[in-house]
């Protein structure tokens, strides 16, 4: 599959430009599910669940797809 770079405003990943996958038909997806990445250090056991952070399509400025931080899904 294709991939186009995409600029994305607000939350974890403010003001990067990164690459998006295309769908089969070529298109971008209207919202992008990113999940939190990192390490875990803590005094519990276990991490908290993960949290995928969402971003939804919202502008085009100079050929470059614009999404917009819609806020987190805790998985």
Do not use: C, K
Not at 15 to 20: F, S, T
Not at 58 to 74: A, I, N
Request: aromatic share 10%; glycine share 10%.
């Amino acid at each position: 599959m294709a991939v186009v770079e995409a600029w994305f405003i607000g939350g974890p990943v403010d003001g990067r430009i990164m690459p998006v996958e295309t769908t089969a038909a070529g298109t971008l997806p209207a919202v992008v599910r990113m999940p939190q990445a990192g390490m875990y250090v803590g005094a519990s056991e276990s991490a908290a669940p993960v949290v995928e952070h969402l971003y939804a399509q919202s502008d085009r400025w100079d050929g470059v797809q614009v999404y917009s931080y819609q806020g987190f899904d805790e998985a």
